[in-house]
């Protein structure tokens, strides 16, 4: 994976470094993962307090990963496209934070590991009359930034295909450029959960709103390369990613990047 500046490098340098010495500091547990002959590729992309410059909830999952199974771990910073062609190409073995959609669990086991919602973003200079999907439809000013390649759950599923209908819809490549583009007035709107927006905002400086409160929860998904790894060996990792859960080290990992109460709410009973 290239690096497109010097601080990029350091941080790909550093995660590897790191990551290949934490491994072999721990004896493989028993029935635990199997370790391959090669680090372990894991992809990460930028995503508010999940990974951004270099820390977030993702990387301390994977260096928990790395620590727990013995395996050594190389971390790639990438796009989410990027990702998911190399995830079903098998150049890529695993990644963080992702939804398991039907095309994507064609190609990769998944294992859920904590819950998110997404609500609305708005701009403050949003007419406060527009509090519902159906309001914001009818406002044919309005206009929606999304993350190209982001499933943004299915409560919002049907609001965002007749946006798309409509022409409304900014598509982003990434998650940076998406926050950018909200901050410069490029698109009314966004969809994001408290790990992420918290990481770009000040308490008060958007209205954040819940217009699906019913809503199917989402989760935040380890996916796993069906190509490098069978339905055995995947088990054992989802094993590995529930007895995070279970010792409470995934509530800890949370507590550092929000409120202990919320990320009590998170965690799968």
Known sequence: MPCYSP????????????????GPAFAQQKNGPSCPSRPIVLGLYEFGRFYHAGAGLDKDIAEQMAARSGCKFELRVMTRG????????????????????????????????IWVKNVMILNKDVDTRIRSSS????????????????FQGKAY????????NLDRVEE??????????????????????QLVYSNYF????????????AGPKGAANLLISK????????KRWADLMKAMASDGSM???????????DAAKMLFP
């Open 227 to 234: 190509k490098n790894f069978g339905q055995e060996e995947a």
């Open 82 to 113: 990027r990702i998911w062609q190399d995830l079903q190409g098998g150049r890529v073995d695993m990644t963080l934070s992702a939804s398991a959609t039907p095309e994507r669990t064609l190609f990769a086991w998944a294992t859920p590991y």
């Open 135 to 150: 309001d914001f439809i009818a406002a044919p000013n309005l206009r929606l930034g999304v993350i190209r390649g982001h």
């Open 202 to 213: 000040k308490d008060g400086e958007v209205r954040i709103e819940d217009w699906e409160p």
């Open 172 to 193: 982003i490549d990434d998650t940076e450029r998406l926050y950018a583009m909200f901050k410069a007035g490029r698109f009314q709107a966004m969809l994001g959960s």
């Open 251 to 261: 509530q800890r990992m949370l507590s550092k990047y929000m409120d202990p109460a």
């Open 7 to 22: 601080t990029r490098c350091r941080q790909f340098a550093l995660g590897i470094l790191m990551l290949g010495l934490i």
């Open 157 to 164: 599923a049907g609001f965002i295909s007749q946006l798309r």
